[in-house]
């Protein structure tokens, strides 16, 4: 039997490496990109937030995009737009400018989450779709690592200017292999067997006919879809925090080089990915054990993203640099061990063709998280001359996320998540 879909998820892999690498250059670059442009940390929390205006619009947007014209057409105009965007990035002048080139780039990596849940729901059985998904997605925290030396070192030998250029061209690169060899689905790719071909659509988490087929509001206030709303924004919020901000903060904090805050920001993105490749196995493992879906969720969700808050909390209130690296770093590993558990609750729920919609609203609202914290976190910081509040307030926002999964995700309130479950198992 073949294993194209498994082909599929490395060509994810790998478009999720490069998404990362380029989003995380600015926070990397932002020390050199605010001394030569003149912008205050203020302004700076401004220009985070404006990429997540662009990206949370586009989240919806793009997840519509993917059920109407198919994953892989959406998911290439994406990474073209946003690989060209990347570059441009180093064409900025001044605060305006780079405003604006943010928003935009934005806007053109707004369509990857959902079209990758999509993509993963059209190749893969329910059995396997976490775990899928948590080894395609777990290639962003792999480009957040990679982007600390690559783009710090480039930054301190050429500029951060021609360290925007050179990274734009990887995204370019792959376009190439993924229009010669992704489909939509499995049918219409010319290598898959009948006997993988049958693995996949023998096991469909929720049937796919048009009469299951709902008003879009009526999926957003199932308790599930609510609860995977919520926590996701506890985790983009943390999340965002840490993407925007950490790197400011090892350098305007704790004084550390430009060079030895890229080495250092390595850590947690490197334990970052090794918790998103095993979150899929971990939730699909308890799935398995169990026949019970709301539980392998919910507790995943529960403990994950509860000691993500807390180590998050104490790391800005520990007074080395070490312990605040290492905490930030077990905060990020916990968090990314949940990362796969918020599709899998969308994929226990929805069917295929609202899937993308769904997704994106999901992921539309809990994005909103990454508008409003890197603006919080800049004003914060500039009136306190400290990063102490806003670790605590990245924490507590986790923490109250966890407490209403605690609530939303009860038996009572999860029969159609159990329906499917069932139907998976049988």
């Known amino acids: 039997m073949t294993k194209i879909r498994w082909r599929i998820v490395l060509l994810l892999f790998i478009a999720g490496f490069i998404n990362y690498l380029d989003r995380s250059a600015l926070s990397v670059a932002a020390p050199a990109v605010a001394q030569e442009l003149h912008i205050s940390p203020a302004h700076l929390g401004l220009v985070f937030s404006t990429f997540f205006i662009g990206y949370a619009a586009f989240n919806f947007i ?13 998911f290439s105009g994406a990474i073209l737009l946003w690989s060209l965007l990347c570059g441009a990035t180093g064409l900025a002048s001044g605060f305006g400018s780079l405003l604006a080139v943010r928003t935009l780039f934005g806007m053109a990596e707004g369509p990857l989450a959902t079209t990758i849940n999509k993509i993963v729901n059209n190749w893969f059985p329910h059995r396997e779709s976490a775990t899928a998904f948590g080894f395609a997605n777990c290639g962003l925290p792999l480009g957040g690592a990679v982007a600390g030396p690559v783009v710090g070192l480039m930054t ?8 925007f250029a050179g990274i734009a061209c990887f995204g370019l690169v792959w376009l190439l292999f993924w229009h010669r060899l992704a489909t939509d689905r499995p049918r219409q790719h010319p290598r898959v067997s009948m006997q993988e071909r049958e693995l996949i659509e023998s096991d469909r988490s929720v049937p796919e006919t048009p009469a299951d087929v709902q008003r879009l509001g009526t999926y957003l206030r199932q308790p599930a879809i609510l609860a995977a709303m919520i926590s996701y924004f506890g985790y983009s919020y943390i999340l965002f925090f840490f993407l925007t901000w950490f790197p400011s903060f090892l350098t305007m904090d704790r004084h550390l080089s430009l060079k030895s805050m890229s080495l250092a920001t390595v850590l947690p993105w490197l334990l970052g990915f090794i918790g998103y490749g095993l979150s899929g196995l971990l939730s699909d493992w308890i799935f398995r054990r169990t026949g019970n879906a709301l539980r ?3 507790w995943v969700l529960i403990v994950c993203l509860g000691t993500a808050g807390i180590c998050v909390a104490l790391a800005g209130a520990v007074t080395t640099t070490l312990g605040a690296l290492l905490l930030m770093a077990l905060g990020v590993f916990a968090l990314y061990l949940s990362g796969s558990t918020y599709w899998a609750l969308i994929q226990d729920t929805i069917p ?6 769904v997704g994106g609203c999901v992921h ?3 994005n909103c998280a990454g508008i409003v914290g890197p603006a919080v976190t800049g004003l914060l910081v500039q009136e306190s001359h400290t990063f102490f509040s806003a670790f605590v307030l990245a924490g507590a926002i986790a923490l109250a996320s966890v407490l209403a999964v605690a609530v939303l995700l009860r038996p009572g309130a999860a029969a159609g998540i159990e329906a499917n479950a069932a139907r998976a198992a049988g």
């Open 296 to 298: 392998a969720r919910k």
């Open 352 to 357: 295929g063709p609202k899937l993308g919609s």
């Open 156 to 163: 301190a030998a050429y500029g951060w200017r021609v360290a």
């Open 364 to 366: 539309s609202i809990a």
């Open 62 to 74: 793009g997840g519509w995009a993917a059920d109407r014209w198919g994953g892989k057409n959406v």
